[in-house]
């Protein structure tokens, strides 16, 4: 019997402006629909290459304060992109100091806690494995305004759980 992979994140502290981000939408404004996608394209791109991922992959961007994530599941590497100070904290209560642009492995309990961003606004969270998204007009780009995207078109929110393939 297989066993059944349930790997998730789950949000313990949800940032300032956390969403779901790709390199968006385009082309539809003549029937309504926005303009959305990543605000960062060269961290964005820079987090899925580090990662040897498609480079359209989703993402987490987050702005100034980010997220707190408790990880359960399997093992998978993550990046984190930006001038951003972050820690790891491992379920050992062992803490790590985040470096940007590197690549860290977590396992199940770790916490990636993301603290801020430094002389940016945005930061990108890129992980190994797919996030478990549905893509509306084409993107998974999260569009608060518009009220479109995955997520239902809102922000990450508190012990919101965020499933991974």
Not at 108 to 135: A, F, H, M, W
Not at 148 to 153: C, F, K, R, V
Request: charged share 25%; hydrophobic share 35%.
């Amino acid at each position: 019997m297989t066993k059944l992979k349930v790997n998730f994140f789950e949000v313990e502290r949800a940032g300032i402006n956390t969403t779901f981000q790709d390199s968006g939408r385009k082309n539809f404004n003549h029937i309504g629909i926005p303009v959305s996608g990543v605000m960062d394209k060269r961290n964005y791109i820079l987090a899925n290459a580090l990662l040897k991922k498609d480079l359209n992959s989703p993402v987490i961007e987050f702005a100034y304060l980010g997220p707190l994530l408790k990880y359960n599941g399997e093992k998978i590497c993550f990046v984190i992109t930006g001038d951003v100070q972050f820690q790891i904290i491992k379920s050992k209560k062992e803490i790590i100091k985040g470096e940007p642009y590197k690549v860290f492995l977590i396992e199940d309990k770790d916490k990636i806690d993301i603290q801020s961003t430094n002389k940016s606004v945005y930061g990108y969270l890129s992980i190994s494995e797919n996030l478990l998204l549905e893509k509306n007009w084409g993107s998974i780009s999260t569009n608060t305004k518009a009220k479109i995207g995955s997520n239902n078109g809102e922000k990450l929110s508190m012990s919101q759980i965020i499933n991974i393939d």
